[in-house]
């Protein structure tokens, strides 16, 4: 007999978790608690992650929730959890420039 243990979230592509939360089958604060518990257990041996906002992201990912909730998606990746490189210009979080970086941004 097969194993028909769901799939976890995690293993979800973006489009098949903003159809699971669009349709009611899935949740972006659970697929965010999701990839905060895969980040958390294997971050330790990859060290990608510098800085990780959880409050700030569980807030949007409830927001989400109740949008999607409500019908009321405001994009395409609505509800969808998001891992960004620190060279990205984040408000109130730390970034990390290599000296290229630093030039091909101050030359814009």
Request: charged content about 15%.
């Amino acid at each position: 007999m097969a194993d028909s243990a769901p799939i976890p979230l995690t293993h979800f592509s973006m489009r098949e978790l903003h159809h699971a939360c669009v349709q009611g089958r899935g949740n972006p604060v659970v697929a965010t608690q999701a990839y905060w518990q895969r980040t958390t257990m294997l971050d330790p041996q990859l060290h990608a992650s510098i800085t990780v906002a959880a409050e700030t992201v569980l807030t949007q990912a409830q927001a989400s929730a109740e949008r999607l909730t409500r019908g009321q998606a405001q994009r395409r990746l609505d509800g969808i959890p998001l891992a960004l490189k620190n060279n990205m210009d984040l408000a109130g979080l730390r970034q990390i420039f290599s000296p290229v970086q630093a030039g091909l941004c101050s030359s814009r």
